[in-house]
């Protein structure tokens, strides 16, 4: 086998490696799951600055969503400035079991704007490219808020 | 086929400029008795057209003892009605000259008067949506002037406004907003903006088709 032979089997070999990894990412999931997430010092950062932004989650959680969603819990706040809201509502937690209870009505209020997202998708075909990048935000959402529990609770 | 087209752009401009006013300004007895005596104006608030309230109140007291606090509460305190909020990373509203939505007014020569208009910034809801309803107008007025081409590319500011600006954000303010809605009118104007906006869109996407398929035809005949 000679120089050439070598330099062809690994264009060869180099080739079929591309084509995998072309193959493995059809469906997308060699692709990063949304947005990249930074590191923070707590939970009450780290989900302000990624969950909260509608631009980040594809959600917009309101105050009375945040009002709503504490009620849930038997607590019970004033409407206020939206991030004073939030900042009360993670103050309320104290325990691991108070985090997962927290993040449960934040995956109920994702799942029911989701919802909705492909109601509208289903019902207006056209916009679906629109709600698809929001329901991938809001999925990469609730994953993210399970990392923040794993991170800050465990 | 063009008398079809243009009274379909005057029937899209007429409710773009009924859920414009709606979400912008509090309701006064003159938009209150437009609402009420239109059979079909009427019809786009079924639960306002059965609401008991509607006929038991005398419209000053319907608007000022519901219809205003409910718009206070949605549009001016709890919920917020600005594209910048949905946009950025900050949750900050844009209320100065850097808000883009502002640089695509001036690019069309669509005025707003902030003050008149009683907004913070050239991105609220209603403002948007009146910029929509200037687009339609002037489509219309391409239309009439047999001006094809020029109603063409009106029809795609509109695909294109729509696409990357109020489909992006409207949806998560006005799915909020039915949420909230104490009264059956505000409930009501948030699923007509919705689904009116989705349902243009598809509109538009259709019409940017067979634009484009029109167009391949007429270069191969």
Redesign the interface.
């Known amino acids: 086998m000679d120089i050439k032979d070598l330099n062809d089997l690994r264009t060869e070999f180099e080739n079929l490696q591309n084509n995998d990894m072309l193959n493995d990412c059809e469906d997308g999931s060699c692709m990063s799951d949304g947005p990249s997430r930074e590191d923070y010092p707590d939970y009450l950062a780290a989900i302000f600055?990624e969950i909260?932004?509608?631009?980040?989650s594809?959600?917009?959680f309101?105050?009375?969503?945040l009002k709503r969603m504490a009620g849930e819990l038997d607590e019970s706040f004033a409407?206020d400035v939206?991030e004073r809201m939030f900042q009360k509502f993670m103050q309320w937690v104290g325990t691991p079991d108070d985090m997962q209870n927290v993040i449960e009505q934040f995956n109920n209020n994702i799942n029911a704007?989701c919802d909705?997202?492909r109601e509208?998708s289903k019902?207006?075909?056209?916009?679906k490219e629109?709600?698809d990048k929001?329901l991938k935000k809001a999925e990469s959402s609730k994953k993210y808020l399970d990392k923040v529990y794993t991170e800050f609770f465990t | 086929m063009q008398e079809d087209l243009k009274t379909e752009q005057i029937a899209r401009a007429n409710i773009y400029a009924l859920i414009s006013r709606l979400l912008m300004n509090e309701v006064d007895e003159s938009l209150l008795k437009l609402i009420n005596e239109d059979e079909n104006i009427l019809s786009f608030f079924p639960n306002f057209e059965k609401w008991k309230k509607r006929i038991s109140m005398t419209p000053k007291d319907l608007i000022e003892k519901e219809l205003n606090v409910d718009f206070t509460n949605l549009f001016l305190l709890h919920l917020i009605p600005y594209e910048s909020f949905y946009m950025r990373a900050d949750q900050q509203m844009e209320t100065g000259g850097d808000n883009p939505i502002q640089t695509i007014y001036d690019t069309f020569d669509f005025q707003v008067q902030l003050d008149e208009a009683r907004v913070m910034s050239a991105d609220h809801i209603g403002v948007e949506l009146e910029f929509m309803f200037k687009l339609v107008e002037a489509q219309t007025k391409a239309l009439n002037d047999d001006a094809l081409e020029v109603a063409a590319e009106i029809a795609g500011i509109q695909y294109n406004f729509l696409k990357d600006h109020l489909l992006e954000w409207a949806p998560m303010f006005l799915l909020n907003v039915k949420l909230e809605a104490g009264t059956a009118l505000y409930f009501d104007a948030a699923e007509l903006a919705l689904e009116f906006m989705m349902s243009d869109f598809e509109y538009l996407t259709h019409l940017q088709t067979t634009t484009i398929v029109d167009e391949k035809v007429e270069e191969r005949a």
């Open positions: 600055t909260m932004p509608p631009i980040k594809g959600i917009y309101s105050r009375w969503d409407l939206r704007k909705k997202y509208y019902k207006y075909p056209s916009t629109i709600f929001k």
